[in-house]
């Protein structure tokens, strides 16, 4: 499986309901070859930096057609981890 | 100690917010104010309005009102004692409650999350107030 890091940019003026649905709906549609692994929130961008693992940058996008027009994709990466236990 | 969501626990936590130089510069840009709202426990008790009224790093006013029709406050954040017994506790992080929809909330969730800093900042002025709960 692949990695891949999105960059989303959020919205400006949004409600909690709205947000806790879309980010329900997405977790209960995902198909099972693919992962929302982690996100971490940039307050002083407002973006959002989502970690996945599916088989390709096409699935995943699929997995997000839902929440587009919430959170548009401005990138999207396929990445290589790095654990820094590694190095110890 | 003060009783969580008294007039008395609402002025600690107001002076508190006054005191903290952590929280006027995380908040130096915030202007908003707030209903946190104690739900009822059961149809025996009545929810509390705490009205805080929070402008650049600063508690500018604070009281418990009547009804929630009182004040129309941009932002409105309930939840029962026990959440937020967690969040002055600091067992559950506000944006995460926020986020889990564990607080409840009326109005742009997106300033708040903006303001993640001076959101914990906020908390831990709570802290700073003995606190007594009733559950």
Redesign the interface.
């Given at each position: 499986m692949a990695r891949f890091i999105i960059f989303h940019t959020?919205?400006?003026?949004?409600?909690?309901?709205v947000?806790?649905e879309a980010?329900r709906a997405v977790m209960c549609s995902l198909p099972n070859d693919v992962k929302w692994l982690n996100s971490w929130?940039v307050?002083?961008e407002?973006r959002l930096i989502c970690e996945w693992e599916a088989a390709d940058e096409k699935t995943v996008r699929s997995a997000l057609k839902e929440v587009m027009a919430l959170w548009p994709i401005e990138l999207m990466h396929e990445v290589v981890h790095i654990e820094p236990d590694w190095y110890k | 100690m003060a009783a969580f969501a008294s007039t008395e626990w609402l002025q600690a936590f107001h002076e508190a917010i006054n005191a903290s130089k952590a929280y006027e510069d995380a908040a130096k840009t915030w202007e908003g104010d707030f209903y946190f709202i104690v739900e009822p426990e059961s149809s025996q008790t009545k929810p509390v309005y705490m009205y805080v009224d929070l402008w650049h790093g600063k508690s500018r006013r604070v009281f418990i009102a009547k009804s929630e029709s009182e004040m129309q406050p941009e932002f409105v954040i309930s939840a029962p004692t026990n959440v937020w017994k967690k969040v002055v506790e600091k067992r559950l992080d506000p944006?995460q409650g926020?986020?889990?929809?564990q607080l409840?909330?009326?109005?742009?969730?997106?300033?708040i999350?903006?303001?993640?800093?001076a959101a914990q900042e906020l908390v831990n002025c709570t802290t700073k107030v003995q606190t007594e709960f009733s559950t």
């Open positions: 959020g919205p400006q003026d949004v409600s909690q309901d947000v806790v980010a929130y307050p002083s407002n | 944006i926020l986020i889990t929809r409840k909330l009326k109005g742009n969730l997106a300033k999350m903006r303001a993640v800093k």
